[in-house]
């Protein structure tokens, strides 16, 4: 069974500083990999996705995403944050080519102080 | 339709009453999804429908939970003899089947049971 693991829960941060939030997922398998934001009041979407190639993906409104491989991660990271980052965002797994869904960790709130 | 559709988008109801909450999925993705998101307990996975496959039913978290998709496309979730417990925002996504798919997700039924 697939787990994932994101290690903050809530993280506050001041305008222009650097983030990074951890996710670790547990799968012996190749997987694809995920994170989705929520904006207040909004409904989930995609931030970015790895499949597969370069283990480095962006995404959306400046954000990264780094895999590797060999410690089972996918931290998010943005080298500068704006006030408008703040939202929930929710690391997910799912298993190459199986007929598995989505397995999502708790969420980190992060919220950025102007 | 252009994205999932939920309804309603809020539900109150007494407790010990049934309630339903549908899902209409983006035409032509065969896999469903049914989350329940709490207050600090992030996303808790229900139910997912692939195709014609038998349902995954692990995450249903009591047999007061059931779930239908009715061919192949529009789903309904169904809570009987709702709890206080149950109060939560109920969300459906919905995905194409294959090596590299990302989920969409509806924007949520809040369910209130006072």
């Known amino acids: 069974a697939q787990s994932v693991s994101q290690h903050n829960h809530h993280v506050i941060l001041s305008e222009a500083a650097s983030l990074e939030l951890g996710c670790n997922y547990s799968?012996?398998?190749?997987?694809?990999l995920f994170w989705y934001v929520q904006y207040p009041g909004q409904h989930l979407q995609l931030l970015l996705k790895?499949?597969?190639?370069?283990?480095l993906v962006k995404g959306i409104k400046g954000f990264e995403a780094e895999f590797i491989k060999s410690k089972f991660s996918f931290n998010l990271r943005k080298p500068s944050v704006q006030w408008s980052d703040t939202a929930e965002y929710f690391c997910a797994v799912n298993a190459r080519g199986g007929a598995d869904g989505l397995t999502f960790g708790k969420g980190t709130h992060l919220i950025i102080q102007p | 339709g252009a994205g999932v559709s939920q309804s309603p988008s809020n539900k109150v109801t007494e407790k010990g009453k049934d309630v339903e909450l549908r899902c209409d999925p983006i035409s032509g993705h065969t896999a469903l999804y049914w989350y329940r998101q709490s207050l600090g307990q992030g996303l808790e996975f229900l139910i997912y429908f692939q195709g014609n496959s038998a349902p995954d039913k692990s995450g249903l978290p009591s047999d007061r939970f059931s779930a239908e998709r009715t061919g192949g496309s529009v789903s309904t979730l169904t809570i009987q003899r709702t709890q206080q417990e149950d109060s939560a925002v109920y969300l459906c996504?919905?995905?194409?089947?294959?090596?590299?798919?990302?989920?969409?997700f509806g924007q949520g039924t809040r369910l209130t049971v006072v």
């Open positions: 790895y499949f597969s190639g370069d283990p």
């Open positions: 996504a919905s995905s194409l089947v294959g090596k590299e798919t990302e989920a969409f």
């Open positions: 799968y012996g398998g190749t997987v694809n």
